[in-house]
């Protein structure tokens, strides 16, 4: 079914995520932080929603976003570098946009990088001009080179892309990367950047008007309560009214301090705070006056 057509009424939501593979237990894990269970089937492809009416359908990656373009899932978990490489390639050969990154899940975080053998010197894109590099990302890379008028033959390849330049196939690389030991091992080295790729929450470019909406709507909802709050810590604490200006300048990275009522003459204050509260932070905090600090973990909320 193509996209322009519209696919028949639903009322139940389906979410495609990746069976086996890395974004497989961190999707799961996440969908049931959101309320979600289920039903698992015997042959573990289709999961049947038992809280909600939403069923899980498990899948390769490179099989979501055509799922999504063809109405017969709602919702995918996915990385952002597979569905830019399929939206490219989609746009390569005039088809319009089916589906679109609707939230970053904060996980599966990988870049797409040019890599070339260690010996290279390193002088900048216009190197690459005549060279053959091996991808699984042509679109990306035919798009990233064209736009800097670079005239380099990508060649495909679906899998052990890092081995092309020792097989002489290619000269260099375009390919994920996380910690960077695969391209050490097969004496890479990493120089440029072209995604910088997270799962993402992958939905249609138009929402359906059936029953879907509202869970839809629901479940984004959800997720954010959960991904939102991930990296996030509630600070309590006590402190007299003069040190609350000093604590504020060391806590850049919290929402606007909270004032509880107060106990005895000193304030008590709490605030979320987005980055990480050490010991050697909360031992700096106590220096300029809080006391009986409490760092409390937050599973989700509801904005
Ligand atoms: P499938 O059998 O589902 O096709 P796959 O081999 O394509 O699996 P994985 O290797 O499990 O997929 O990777 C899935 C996703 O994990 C990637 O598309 C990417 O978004 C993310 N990822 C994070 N770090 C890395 C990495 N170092 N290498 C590859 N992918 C990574
Ligand atoms: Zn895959």
Redesign the pocket.
Known sequence: MSATQTAPARDRLRIAI???????EPARSLLTACGLSWRQSRDKLFCYGESLPVDLLL????DIPGLIADGVCDFGI?????LDEQGAARRRIGLPDAYQALRGLNF???RLMLAVPEEWEWTGVEQLAGKRIATSYPAILADWLAERGVDAQVVELS?SVEIAPRLGTADLIC?????GA?LAANQLKPVETLLE???VLAGPVRTPDDARAGLMAMLLRRLDGVVKVQDSKLLMFRAALDRVSELTRLLPDADPLVQLPDDGGHLRLQTMCHGALTWQRLEDLERAGAQGLMVLSVERSLA
């Not at 990746?18 to 497989?24: D, Y």
């Not at 899948?59 to 490179?62: A, G, K, Q």
């Not at 996915?78 to 597979?82: D, L, Q």
Request: glycine fraction near 14%; charged fraction near 30%; include cysteine.
């Open positions: 990746q069976k086996n593979g890395r974004l497989a899948v390769r990656d490179d996915v990385g952002r570098n597979e599966g975080q990988c899998g390919d994920l990367v996380s910690s695969t790729s997270e799962a």
